[in-house]
Each structure stands twice: as structure tokens, then as C-alpha cells.
T-cell receptor, first 114, second 104 residues
């Protein structure tokens, strides 16, 4: 199994550009989530999904959209990139949406917005 | 005040030393997670616990529900243990991490 994969690894955008961060998992996990990690702060939840067709907002959803058309994929869209979205983004998956499920993390995408 | 607080923020040790990292939380929890973030950035789950104690190799995690406190211990530390250790609760509220450096 490849586990959780993310593309790209690095990305530089200009303010106002849009892009999609890709996340895929091959473990048939129902729960998937996106986090951002900023210096001096813990990881923060952006959006999550408890199954195909179901998504919900996390702690910091503004400026991001998600969709979950398949169990495997959970892309994160930046609609109009801003410098405040410069961060490292992690996708994670878990068997189900229970609070006590082990999360498996992707390798991360480092995004810089100029 | 953060809902999950870790201490210390930074920790330096000599190889072989016994390491303790602390995590205190202020919310009700179903589970507490300890994660390890490698210098390259990858994050792996070390433990998930809701009571008592768990051990895996040289790593031991304990939790005291009444005191809302958990500790991660590393016995006989090694330079390859150098990483950021992150405490998280529920789905998921993260601490800011403890950066550990172990020198030979």
C-alpha cells in the first residue's frame, strides 16, 4: 500500500492564483482530513470528510474548498491564494470518523504564496 | 489559552538519557494521541490511548484522566529519536510540539 499520498511536494503561487492540492489514500479509509502547520502553532484542521459525498468545516476553513467524490481522493482547493495561506499542508486519513481512530498522515505539501 | 499544552517546547539530551515530554489538556477527551514529526516533515502516529499506559519498544505513554495529563517517555534515548513530538486529542486538537535533540 502507498498509504496517504500528496502532490505536489512544493508549490509557489502568486497572490490571487488558484490551485488544488491533491490527496489520495489506498487503505479504504472513510475519514479524511486536511491540516495546515504554521511555525509556532500546532496543526489546525481545515476541512474533513467522514465518507464519499460528505464534507465539513474544521477550525480554519476560510479560503479553502474541498470535495469527496470518491473514497480514495480528497482534494483541497485554494480559490484565490493569499500570503496568509503560506504554510505546510498535511492530508490524513483514518478508518472511520471516530475520535479514537489512528490517523495516517501524508508527507505534506509546502506552499508559498508571494 | 490553548486547549492542549506541551512542555517543554525544546529539549536537548545526551544519548542514553531518559526523556519525559508532558502534555496537559483542558477539554474532555475520547482519546489522546502522541505523534512524531521527523526532521524531513513526515508525521507518524506513535500512540493512541484513553487510559493507563502503553509501551512500544523504548517509548512509553501514560495518561491520567483525572489530572488531564499525559506523558511520553523515551528510555535510553538515541540520536535517531531527534524529532518533534506532538500531543493531540480527539479529532484532532494539537499541541504545538516538543522539539527533541539527542546528541551522541
Amino acid at each position: 500500500n502507498a498509504g496517504v499520498t500528496q502532490t505536489p511536494k512544493f508549490q509557489v503561487l502568486k497572490t490571487g492564483q488558484s490551485m488544488t492540492l491533491q490527496c489520495a489514500q489506498d487503505m479504504n479509509h472513510e475519514y479524511m482530513s486536511w491540516y495546515r502547520q504554521d511555525p509556532g502553532m500546532g496543526l489546525r484542521l481545515i476541512h474533513y470528510s467522514v465518507g464519499a459525498g460528505i464534507t465539513d468545516q474544521g477550525e480554519v476553513p476560510n479560503g479553502y474548498n474541498v470535495s469527496r467524490s470518491t473514497t480514495e481522493d480528497f482534494p483541497l482547493r485554494l480559490l484565490s491564494a493569499a500570503p496568509s495561506q503560506t504554510s505546510v499542508y498535511f492530508c490524513a486519513s483514518a478508518i472511520a470518523g471516530g475520535l479514537a481512530d489512528t490517523q495516517y498522515f501524508g508527507p505534506g505539501t509546502r506552499l508559498t504564496v508571494l | 489559552k490553548n486547549e492542549v499544552e506541551q512542555s517543554p517546547q525544546n529539549l536537548t539530551a545526551q544519548e542514553g538519557e531518559f526523556i519525559t515530554i508532558n502534555c496537559s489538556y483542558s477539554v474532555g477527551i475520547s482519546a489522546l494521541h502522541w505523534l512524531q514529526q521527523h526532521p524531513g516533515g513526515g508525521i507518524v502516529s506513535l500512540f493512541m490511548l484513553s487510559s493507563g499506559k502503553k509501551k512500544h519498544g523504548r517509548l512509553i505513554a501514560t495518561i491520567n484522566i483525572q489530572e488531564k495529563h499525559s506523558s511520553l517517555h523515551i528510555t535510553a534515548s538515541h540520536p535517531r529519536d531527534s524529532a518533534v513530538y506532538i500531543c493531540a486529542v480527539n479529532k484532532l486538537i494539537f499541541g504545538t510540539g516538543t522539539r527533541l535533540q539527542v546528541f551522541p
